[in-house]
């Protein structure tokens, strides 16, 4: 039989004696009355039953309910015992995430949207040094290194940042914040000590080596040039000797850039606000340049704007583009250097040349260390390959981007663009 069927038969069953009394002693309306208050307080007891059930954590037997109350109790009974499971499986599963989340090697923190820790795992316990109780603190005032922090401010996190590990200072942890979720981000430290250690050797190694070339270097440049200045000296040996003068040239040119890079890679930046209107005029009338290169440089200088760096680096980052851009073009046209402002603050250093330009494949592998495009064609050129390597070095320690246009037979532009923030 249906429920509401049963519920009716039942309240019936209550009036139908009600009704049989009123018929023979009257008081028709007081018996109904009566009744209602009878059939009120029935349901008032049972919600109060159901309240008291659910209260004690719906465990004990609720069989006895009869009616639509027992059905009522059955489903709610059912409802919890499906939570229960639910609620065991997800346990179940955060066990397994929190055990696969301490067995990564990388620390991994997640971050609140006021920086606030919300979650760690084993390895950020261990070489970030946070404790289970720093739940809810602010993760600035726990890893207090300024690159850190100033990081975490930015909210600018394509790069990655290293600092040493606040528990250790000879562990190099590499940082990375990924943003998801609402406000929430992800931060990763991965210890790189061993890959730092590596490239640390490597950088020492070359210059070291090159540094030890030097001498013997410019000793055999110096015999070279007194032999080559003997008068009775046979036409042969002459051209042997010239040839032997420009190899040494190249791999003295070869250590300076190997130096230079070396130094770049180790030496702390030195900034201050350079004049880019002397910086450009001086190099576009640099000792080194022939004449005739001289004469082709076209300096086009519309910003007032002035840079934040180091001279030195970017006096050699500019003249390698000016050298390259006189190298790889024509000698009878002109080189336009010039130096510019965009509407947004930031400002761009350019060289354009009217040369052969670089196949568009090409364009990405050129600032790679000793790296030489077509190489075919450009086999007369005297180059070590590492100019643009310096460049690309010089342009990353001074926050700016180098963008390269070039078209095979019409020529190559260079851009080194500044943010704003270099401006001064
Ligand atoms: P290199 O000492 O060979 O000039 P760079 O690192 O300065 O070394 O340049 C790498 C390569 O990029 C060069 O060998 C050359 O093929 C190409 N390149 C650089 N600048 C230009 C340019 N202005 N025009 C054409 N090719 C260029």
């Known amino acids: 039989m249906d429920r ?32 209602t208050l009878g059939l009120l307080i029935k349901q008032t007891m049972a919600v109060n039953d159901l309240e008291k059930w659910l209260s004690r954590g719906a465990f004990r037997d609720y069989r006895d309910r009869k009616g639509i109350w027992g059905d009522i109790y059955y489903h709610l009974w059912k ?31 997640v971050l609140g949207e006021y920086a606030e820790i919300e979650w760690i795992n084993k390895a950020a316990r261990e070489v970030l ?15 207090r290194a300024p ?18 590990s606040p528990v250790n200072d000879s562990l190099i942890l590499q940082i990375s914040i990924v943003p998801y979720g609402a406000g929430l981000r992800l931060l990763v430290a991965q210890d790189v000590t061993q890959i730092k250690n590596m490239e640390r050797m490597r950088t020492d190694f070359v210059a070291n080596v090159s540094h030890e070339l ?22 042969s040996y002459a051209r042997s000797f010239e040839s032997m003068s420009a190899q040494t040239v190249r791999m003295q040119n070869l250590i300076d850039d190997l130096l230079l890079l070396a130094r770049l890679e180790t030496k702390p930046k030195q900034t201050e606000c350079i004049n880019m209107h002397d910086l450009l005029g001086q190099i576009c009338k640099e000792s080194d340049l022939l004449e005739k290169d001289e004469r082709r440089i076209e300096l086009n200088i519309t910003a007032d704007a002035n840079l934040i760096g180091d001279a030195q680096e970017l006096q050699s980052a500019f003249t390698n583009l000016l050298v390259n851009a006189l190298k790889y073009s024509p000698s009878t046209s002109p080189v336009k250097v010039g130096w510019h402002q965009k509407q947004d603050g930031s400002a761009y250093l350019e060289v354009e040349d009217f040369g052969e330009g670089i196949p568009a494949a090409e364009i990405p592998r050129i600032t790679e260390r000793f790296y030489r495009a077509d190489a075919k064609r450009n086999h007369k050129v005297i180059g070590t390959g590492l100019g643009l390597a310096i460049v690309k070095h010089v342009l990353v320690r001074h926050d700016a981007k180098l963008e390269i246009d070039s078209q095979l037979g019409k020529g190559s532009r260079f851009r080194c663009v500044f943010t704003a923030k270099r401006i001064c």
């Open 129 to 143: 040094g946070l404790k289970k109780s720093d739940k809810g603190q602010r993760i600035p005032n726990l890893i």
């Open 214 to 235: 030097r001498t013997p270097l410019t000793v055999l440049k110096g015999y070279l040039e007194t032999l080559q200045d003997m008068d009775d000296l046979p036409a």
């Open 147 to 164: 690159k850190f922090i100033e990081y975490l401010k930015s909210q600018d996190y394509r790069q990655k940042i290293c600092i040493s």
């Open 4 to 35: 509401w069927k049963r519920e009716i038969n039942i309240v019936m069953a209550w009036l139908l004696p009600a009704l049989l009394l009123s018929y023979f002693v009257g008081h028709l309306t007081h018996m109904l009355l009566l009744i």
């Open 79 to 109: 409802i919890k015992k499906t939570d229960k499971k639910r609620k065991k499986k997800l346990s179940r599963m955060i066990d397994q995430f929190r055990n696969s989340t301490d067995a990564l090697p990388d620390a991994a923190v």
